[in-house]
């Protein structure tokens, strides 16, 4: 039979032609994405498989032991989800909030605010806490918000990329026991560099991203949850409302059955499993201790630039450093000069610190001297070129 020809005729308005992508050089000093180790974009480069293949499904499950071991727990529920971060965080609230569930949001940054205002969206009573932004909260703070609210979940971010504050976390997870609720934590910008002990500190759910301390390309979102979380979501009386992010429903994939759910980013886990060998291979206490030790480098050399840190330093994150632009600096023409001129990415500030910090990240593959003394070297020689 002969194929139906259309009467229609392309339409060239659109036509352009394009050179093949390249990117320029960048070296990626802000608060994420960090620039990915050559070894993960290797990986990445390699040739697709099926998402149901074998060898594939012996990759996620090496994945989710690698997640497993950078978290420290022992949860049988860890994935990547196929998203970035922010997918990620959606899924714990979707997965174990129901309507009415009284959801007490920790806000001391611009992403407490991200909690809030999604929790919200699942038709959760939505009661918050709030510390001025790079500060943090104390036990009796977060006890006595327990006392008043009684949520169903306590949702906390550890490492806000917005100030540089890391949330101490020793005894929360008690007080959530206590109170029998859910322990949610955002480690976004801790995992991989800062010390973190989910199992220990009694967190019942957890999320992070791939293109920070993991040094892999966005894309990727870790999930993990407890067998507390999971009960909570058992005992749903509905679905969850997100098909997507429904873990009951990932976890036929992920879990011993490898049912179908979605076509899997296959490229992108097998840059997540080279940058999690890779991490696993270093040591999370050597990783830990580097990205101390390089940032404690950069504290030294801004203090001695007479440039002011924001967060104290008992709580100041390893990754992410915020510092106070100096009176009568043109901010936006500095970082602009710094893309242009070095092909340095530094960040400004979000929300109320808009205008008035720099984000300077050493996260993952970037956390290296060399980078620091760049980075420094040019704050002496140039900044003050940049005054109104």
Known sequence: MATTQSSFTVDQSHFKVFEPTSTPDRLLLGPGPSNADPQVLQALSLSPVGHLDPFYV???????????YCWQTDNRLTIPMSGTGSAAMEATLANVVEPQDTVLIGIKGYFGHRLADMASRYRANVETIEKE????????EIEAALNKYQPKVFALVHAETS????????????????????????TVTSLGGVPLFLDK????????????GLSCPPGLGPFTMNKRAEEKMNSRSEKVPNWYL??????????SDRVYHHTAPVNMNFAL???????????????????????????KGLNSLNLELHVDEEYRLPTLTTVRIPSGIDSKAFIIHLLNNYGIEIGGGLGSLAGKVWRIGLMGYNSRKENVDKILNIFETELDNFKK
């Open 58 to 68: 012996g990759l996620m499950s090496e994945v989710q032991e690698l997640l497993r």
């Open 133 to 140: 932004w790079g500060q943090v909260f104390s036990l009796d």
């Open 163 to 186: 100030t540089g504050v890391c949330q101490p976390m020793e005894g929360i997870g008690e007080l959530c026991r206590k109170h029998n609720c859910l322990l949610l934590l955002d």
């Open 201 to 212: 500190w009694k967190v019942d759910l957890a999320y992070s991203c791939s293109q920070k």
């Open 246 to 255: 429904d873990v009951s429903l990932l976890n036929k994939y992920w879990g």
């Open 273 to 299: 499993r080279e940058a999690l060998r890779i991490l696993s291979q270093e040591g999370l206490d050597k990783s830990w201790q580097r990205h101390r030790s390089n940032a404690e480098r950069l504290w």
